[in-house]
């Protein structure tokens, strides 16, 4: 018994040994597993200060309800308030705010799309800033004190990050509409523009109308890899047409595909001198590529952001640019012997940007503009004869020229969606202004012009005894149809037609005008001159002339994006959503 006394007495200080040495590492691992869990915790709250930051900054950066681009103050001070409204003013050490281009792995050249990182620009590059729409906040903060000290250092510096961003873009045209729509006028039209036979019905061109164009859809088209390239492309017209017809091809809808065959068909015709143009689809779309660098990302290159007849229209009119257009007019209006009506496109209708930003520049530039195309209207007159009474005047040739300046909108603001309330964006647009000029001119009527109206011009005068010189005195009146106004229009969808611009003035009313109450006859009799009152007499009998070039001419400036006396505008896309959490990586090297 006392042996066995012993032994017992011997095994049980041995499990106090062995109890004493496992506690050690089990009170190690407890403490350490609570160290982890203090550090977890602490650096998921420094990421949640981070989302939140990033979130608040994403929403000043975006421009929503903002005419100006934000500073680096601006998003330094919505990220501090927001780490202050979140009771973390005493615990964050740093707080580092970036504004950037939301990109893709694939646009930068490799992977599948999936992951999005934000390439960083300066708040000071304004050309940059335009298309920043996203932010990464950075935070740093010490890690908290240790219970165990030999497990970690005091001092260390624990690091978080959120990049965030929200679109707040809008996309839209001053263009025609499908119920100013004209057969006859816009087969002319795009005859004389693309230099083939075009003979499509109504119902083709209301289809093409209603097709809606994507830059992604382009850029497969055309077989390249970023919207800079597509800009870039150098091709004849035949070929921009082919690219239009397969990228309304690979839209989803029916009304796009059939619209591209309408159009793939007119790229196999025959044309008149088509020679390649460098930057043709960047002519053609407003000259986007300064708009869009860096490369614009996946959602936006998928957003329909022109008609196919206003793309159509826009290669035609860049091929064809500054070249004269003969519209054939006839016209039984006593009086009238001979008439010529030609067109020349200055400038091609613009749409606006990609969609674009709200708010004008430092300089007072707007970031986000569409405008109406730029077109001479040459109108040759040659009248039988002009009764003053005691005289007649015969062979009288007069010339009217109507340049219609750009009508111009500018995207001001852009609301985005709350409480139920949808987005919404606000365009001020101004009206054609038109300035007709009324002269004379020489040779005939119906030849293509070559000066505008001049002065001077001699005119046989019958029914007197003497040989007179007699000249026209050049006139030049401005008017400025409607005045600039302010529109907001939201979807869900679109496009959105906005209410449209209108004055009581039109082509009519101006030449009739300006003939009426500015234009005299200068009669020299033995070196003398006598001035003579002619407007009123010209009037009534090129009022019906003028009101017979309005139902001509209005459709054809229509499908040029020109509307004497109107203005409309049409929103194509507005994009906005709520700020949302890109990714939490950490900036590159940290």
Sequence with gaps: MHRTSNRYRKQQGATAVFVAITLVPLLIATM???????????HRGLQKLANLAALDAARVVSGCDSQSLPTQADLNAAAQTSIANNGATGIVQTVTVEPGVITTDKLAGSGSGVIRYLTPVSATNTTAMQDAHGVRVTLTRKFPTSL??????NGSTMIASATAEQPALASFRLGTTLLTLDQGGLNQLLTALLGTNVNLSLVGYQGIAQARVNIANLMVAANVTNVNDLLALKTNLPGALKILGNALSLASDATSGTAGGLIS???TQSFTGSSPVTNYFGQALNGLGSALNPTVSTTLSAIPFVDGLGLLTAL?????KGNTIQVPVT?????????????KVLQPEQPSNLPGRAGYSSSGT?????????????????????????????NVRLAIDVQAANGNSILTRVSCPYAGNPASATIQTTASLLTATVGTFSGSATAQPVNGPSSGAVITAVNIPLVLSLSITTTVGTRTFGTTVTQTGSGPTFPVALPTISSAQNLTTVVSSLLSSNLSITLNVLGLPISLSVGNILSAILTPVVSLLDGVLDPLLNALGVKTGVAGVTLDSITTAQPQIVTTALPAGQ
């Excluded at 165990?148 to 250092?153: A, D, E, G, Q």
């Design 32 to 42: 350490f597993a609570i160290e982890v869990g203090r550090v977890y915790y602490a």
């Design 148 to 153: 165990t000290p030999f497990l970690s250092k």
């Design 265 to 267: 068909g007119l790229a």
């Design 316 to 320: 035609g009119t860049t091929a064809s």
């Design 331 to 343: 016209t039984t209006v006593p009086g009238v012997a001979s008439l010529g009506v030609f067109l």
């Design 366 to 394: 707007p970031f986000t503009t569409a405008s109406s195309s730029q077109i001479v209207t040459q109108i040759r007159i040659l009248l039988n004869g002009i009764d003053l009474g005691i005289i007649s005047l015969a």
